[in-house]
Nanobody
Framework: VQLQASGGGLVQAGRSLRLSCAAS?????AGWFRQAPGKEREFVAR???????NYADSVKGRFTISRENAKNTAYLQMNSLKPEDTAVYYC???????????????????WGQGTQVTVSS
């Protein structure tokens, strides 16, 4: 499975961005992680095939993950962006219904290339 992430950029605090992650095949779970300079990679959000979602506390109420199964694409709508949201964002997917895909980096089967999100104050 190949993943193509897009939608990153430079925005001012308070504005919005939408990230997209297109997969070359069907996926069961999809999600996003991010890594800021000098920090460990951290979970942002995930969504399963049936639409159930989980979010990191730091983004709850501001970010929304969604997916279009017919297009094998997941989205991350990021509103009310803050400078601390600045990071490289990575999309991830899981392929197997028998596996549990959660908040750990090793939970997922494939990672996309990162896309930079920079939020200026």
């Amino acid at each position: 499975v190949q993943l193509q992430a897009s939608g990153g950029g430079l925005v001012q605090a308070g504005r919005s961005l939408r990230l997209s992650c297109a997969a070359s095949g069907r996926t069961y779970a999809a999600g996003w992680f991010r890594q800021a300079p000098g920090k460990e990679r951290e979970f942002v959000a995930r969504i399963s095939w049936n639409g159930s979602t989980n979010y990191a506390d730091s983004v709850k109420g501001r970010f929304t993950i969604s997916r279009e199964n017919a297009k094998n694409t997941a989205y991350l709508q990021m509103n009310s962006l803050k400078p601390e949201d600045t990071a490289v964002y990575y999309c991830v997917v899981g392929l197997y219904i028998s596996r549990s895909y959660g908040t750990n980096t090793h939970d997922y089967d494939y990672w996309g290339q990162g896309t930079q999100v920079t939020v200026s104050s």
